[in-house]
Each structure stands twice: as structure tokens, then as C-alpha cells.
């Protein structure tokens, strides 16, 4: 990157002029930088579009995805709150990336850091945007805006509700511990089955340094420095060419809009003797200031935004137009879902253990989905062999299924003397909707200590 300083000493200008030059620039790159990802977004979707990696997440994928390109996903915190004052970062059980961009309470609770979300593709493009925190209704729209739902997605375990919108996602623990004793953590820890987010990292790795040559940048002008250098990654990617073969003008943004005419506006003009009309003079939006306000990062403070160090939520909620729109039978346990998820008084271990349903039947229907696009039959042993998945699991799954008439069922034609149970299976609906898949005993009453017979 080049300050503005930098600028001021090589162009031998004074530093307002080199600040302002800067700072155009880094708005023609955010006018520009939409290009880049249509272009990421098409060139995805065209690669990708019937893609399905295996759904056992036990098995390597280093061949399949040899010769395609890797995507990976992961956040990164710039100028870290503990570094501009002591004792003053805002901590949530004294751990997350969240708690470095805030000061805490006593200090005014305002944002000092800058949290970054990497989209990074190998060999490719990158996108850097600024984010308030890493909330699923935060990170969700973004990733979901730059990737199609068919892309192959490598993150670490800080998403996990991206099982539910990318068939195709992969997470490795970076905390997993080594079986060894002599060694705490596990060797396989930053790459395992071919699974990694080593590219996102190491675009960041270059981000911190390059913007170690700031000093300081404002939470409000981030994003206009994070267009600017992925504007300059990409133009090595795609070229500059590719801006302006759709005869679009890339300074658009620069023109002024054209006087409208008006009667008295000509040359020539007929006005009664004596009488000059006035024209009420409007005030000029200086053009300047409204894109830099309207590509600025809203800067939120931690007051406004409530539990936002607190977030618990694993998964997608069920929208409230799609729980009027459905049946009777779908809305209740549309509504099931979304109590389970939202009502504080969930275990710890109830909420694992569903979601772990969860995504054993996401992989499930999409596998079998997958299967049926192609004209083939897929039975529940050949289910249970993919995943390798225990068929009780499976049976579960498929059962809720049948019930709320999202599948449908037929029996593999074997001899008579076979008494093997196994059912060809088939979807009905389009999409898999939110349900519940595990179910709990009710807590039992406190006993009262008299048994029935004293009573």
C-alpha cells in the first residue's frame, strides 16, 4: 500500500492534496470491486454447479479438489483494543475476537478495532469487509452474497451454521489435541483430509503487514482501505480490462447530473419588461462527501448493540413467512424449532446433540437429492455405507421425514426368504426444512416422599 504521506514526498505535493488524491482512489476502488465479484460469482457458480463432495467428512478430499480452486473463510482482527488502551479491552469470558474491537464500559464501550471477514480464493480474487462481530445474521448475507450454495467451502470451527446454506462446507479444529501425551495439540490440527483455511490466513498475514505501514486506521474509514487493497489483488487477477468491456464508463461516479431545461432557462428567453425572475440557488451535494459517507463503515457502539459478545446460536431460525405459509402440521414443528433454538433454558448437551442431527441429515438430503438428479436409486444401506452412519441414526432421520411427507419410501424387491429390511428413497420437496430430530424424556416431578399406598 502507499500512504498518503508517501504520496505527498513522491508527487511533491502538500499532504491535504496527496490525502485527497488518496482517498479517490480508494472510492473508484469501491465502485469497481462489485465488478470483481460478479465475475467471482459467475465463474463459481459455473464450476461448481452440480458439485457434491463426498458426505463423509472422515475421508480425504486432496484428489478431488486438486486441480479445483480452494475457498476459504475466516476473520481476522486489525489494531486490536488491547493495544490502544490498557486494561481497557472489553472481554466476554476472556476469550473472542469480538472483545478486541470494543473498549470496555468504563472507557465509553466504543469501537477502537477493526474485525476483518476474508472471502479468499487460490490463485484468485479476495474480498475483505468489515464487520461488526461474527454473528451468523452478520457473516451469513456477506458470504452468501460473494459464493453460490454449490461452492466448496473451507472454514475453521467458528461457523458452524454453515452446514444448513453450504452443502459443501468443511471446518478443521485448530484446537484438536494430540493423542500423544508429550504433545498438546494434534499434529493434523491446520490441515487434515484436505481440509485447511490456509488461504484466507495467509491473505490476512499480508493484510496485517501491509497495513502495519498506517499505524492506525478509524473504525469509520476501514472499509474504504479494505476496498483499495483487494481492489489491487484482484486488478492482478482479472485485469482492468475486464472493467470496462461492458462500455461502461468506470468514472461514473465523477458526473455531475445535466440542468434540466426549463422555459427560462435558454439562450433566448421571453420575460415581461422590468421583471428579472429569481432562481433560488440550490445547495450542491459535494460529491466528495456522499461517497465517502455512503462507502463508510457504520460504526455501532457497544451499547447499541445488545448480547453482542453473547451470541449462542448454532443454526438458521425458521422465518415467520414461511411458518404462516405452511400447513398445520409443518407450522407446529416449524415452531418447535425455533423455541428449542431460542429458549435460554436449553442445555449445553441438548443443543449438541441436535445439532449434530442436523447435519447428518443435511448430508443425508443432499446425498440422496444428489442421487435422484441423476437418475439413480438410493436405498438407506447405501446411505448408511456413504456416511458411514449407523442405521438406527439414519432410520430416525428418515422416519421424521416420512411423517411430515417430505419423502417417500419403497421396498427393495428381495426374495421372499430375505428378511432383510432396506427402502429405496425419494424426494418430494425442494428444500429441507428446519425440524427437530431429537427427542428428551420430561424432567421428572420432585417426589413428595409419600409413596401411593399412604396415600
Not at 188 to 201: D, F, L, M, T
Not at 318 to 331: F, G, M, V
Not at 342 to 360: G, L, M, W
Amino acid at each position: 500500500v502507499v500512504t498518503a504521506t508517501e504520496l505527498s514526498k513522491r508527487l511533491r505535493i502538500g499532504y491535504n492534496a496527496a490525502s485527497l488524491l488518496k482517498r479517490r482512489f480508494q472510492l473508484f476502488a469501491s465502485d469497481q470491486n462489485p465488478k470483481y465479484k460478479k465475475l467471482t460469482y459467475d465463474a463459481l457458480n459455473d464450476q461448481f454447479k452440480d458439485f457434491l463432495l463426498p458426505p463423509n467428512e472422515n475421508r480425504d478430499i486432496s484428489k478431488i479438489m486438486a486441480k479445483r480452486p480452494y475457498v476459504c473463510v475466516d476473520t481476522a482482527v486489525l489494531y486490536s483494543a488491547g493495544e490502544r488502551a490498557s486494561q481497557g479491552r472489553k472481554r466476554y469470558s476472556h476469550r473472542g475476537q469480538t472483545s478486541s474491537i470494543y473498549l470496555s464500559e468504563k472507557l465509553g464501550g466504543r469501537q477502537v478495532g477493526t474485525l476483518v471477514q476474508t472471502i479468499a480464493i487460490k490463485n484468485g480474487p479476495v474480498f475483505f469487509s468489515s464487520v461488526p462481530n461474527q454473528k451468523a445474521e452478520t457473516l451469513g448475507p456477506l458470504i452468501k452474497e460473494h459464493l453460490p450454495t454449490s461452492t466448496p467451502l473451507f472454514t475453521d470451527q467458528g461457523y458452524p451454521w454453515l452446514w444448513g446454506i453450504y452443502r459443501n462446507h468443511r471446518s478443521v479444529n485448530h484446537s484438536a489435541r494430540s493423542k500423544d501425551n508429550r504433545f498438546r495439540f494434534a499434529r493434523n490440527r491446520w490441515s487434515k483430509n484436505g481440509v485447511h483455511n490456509q488461504i484466507a490466513e495467509g491473505n490476512q498475514r499480508v493484510l496485517k503487514t501491509a497495513f502495519a505501514a498506517y499505524g492506525y486506521i478509524k473504525p469509520k474509514y476501514s472499509q474504504m482501505y479494505l476496498n483499495e487493497f483487494s481492489f489491487i489483488k484482484n486488478a492482478n487477477v482479472f485485469g482492468l480490462d475486464v472493467l470496462v468491456e461492458d462500455g461502461d464508463s468506470c468514472l461514473s461516479g465523477d458526473r455531475s447530473p445535466s440542468d434540466e431545461k426549463t422555459p427560462g432557462n435558454g439562450a433566448v428567453a421571453i420575460r415581461r419588461k422590468g421583471f428579472v425572475p429569481k432562481v433560488p440557488k440550490k445547495k450542491k451535494e459535494n460529491w466528495l462527501q456522499v461517497s465517502i459517507h455512503k462507502n463508510s463503515y457504520k460504526v455501532t457502539p457497544l451499547e447499541a448493540v445488545p448480547k453482542i459478545l453473547s451470541h449462542t446460536g448454532y443454526g438458521t431460525l425458521n422465518p415467520l413467512e414461511k411458518i404462516e405459509k405452511a400447513n398445520k402440521t409443518l407450522r407446529k414443528e416449524f415452531e418447535k424449532y425455533n423455541y428449542f433454538w431460542t429458549n435460554d433454558s436449553t442445555k449445553r448437551f441438548r443443543r449438541d446433540r441436535e445439532i449434530e442431527y442436523q447435519k447428518y441429515a443435511q448430508k443425508i438430503w443432499n446425498f440422496v437429492k444428489h442421487e435422484n438428479g441423476k437418475g439413480r436409486k438410493c436405498s438407506v444401506n447405501q446411505i448408511c455405507e456413504e456416511l458411514n452412519l449407523h442405521k438406527q441414526t439414519a432410520t430416525r432421520i428418515l422416519n421424521r421425514w416420512l411423517k411430515l411427507k417430505l419423502i417417500a419410501k419403497r421396498r427393495v424387491g428381495y426374495n421372499y426368504y430375505d428378511r432383510r429390511i432396506n427402502f429405496y428413497i425419494k424426494v418430494l420437496k425442494d428444500q429441507l426444512p428446519f425440524i427437530l430430530y431429537t427427542k428428551f424424556r420430561p424432567s421428572k416431578k420432585a417426589s413428595s416422599g409419600v409413596s401411593k399406598n399412604e396415600k
